[in-house]
């Protein structure tokens, strides 16, 4: 009876010897600013949750992984609300910042936005702007112009315009 209780005891010793910076912290619990926003934080993996609005941010240094409580996902991620907790999740390959996974607003170099896809060419009847790198629509003269911009001569109606009548 006497060995089980030791046991217990050398345990328990042994869990307040752990030093205080790597248990589990709760929010406010003064780790310089690392645990804003946080319910659940820790000094080697910041938040692992986060309090109701805010999203959780998981940031993978090597194979290192740092959680951070943010109002808003950072550029190239997205948020996702859940019933459980909500999260940023990475935007497609393609994109430099989405609105969704299925949602571009800005593509990566190399790439041209149309309808909300990163494409490496723009489709027929849509122009790239390098500026912007979207695929703008052609207007109507554009489309059926020449290049110089300037309407080219059906020349079936210039046959018919050369008529004369005969004498």
Not at 61 to 75: A, L, T
Request: hydrophobic share 25%; net charge positive; proline share 6%.
């Amino acid at each position: 009876m006497r060995a089980p209780l030791c046991l217990l005891l050398l345990v328990a010793h042994a869990a307040n010897m752990i030093p205080p910076n790597r248990r589990k912290k709760q929010a406010g619990t003064g780790l310089g600013g690392n645990c804003t926003g946080c319910v659940i934080c820790s000094e080697e993996n910041g938040c692992s949750t986060c309090q109701q609005r805010l999203f959780l941010f998981i940031r993978r240094e090597g194979i290192r992984q740092y959680g951070k409580c943010v109002h808003d996902c950072p550029s190239g991620y997205f948020g996702v609300r859940g019933q459980e907790f909500n999260r940023c999740k990475k935007c497609g390959a393609t994109c430099e910042s989405c609105f969704s996974q299925d949602f571009c607003i800005r593509c990566k170099r190399r790439f041209y936005l149309y309808k909300g896809k990163c494409l490496p060419t723009c489709p027929l009847g849509t122009a790239a702007q390098p500026s912007t790198r979207e695929c703008q629509e052609k207007s109507p003269s554009q489309k059926k112009g020449r290049r110089d911009g300037r309407p080219r001569k059906d020349r079936r109606l210039d046959r018919t315009l050369d008529v004369r009548p005969r004498q």
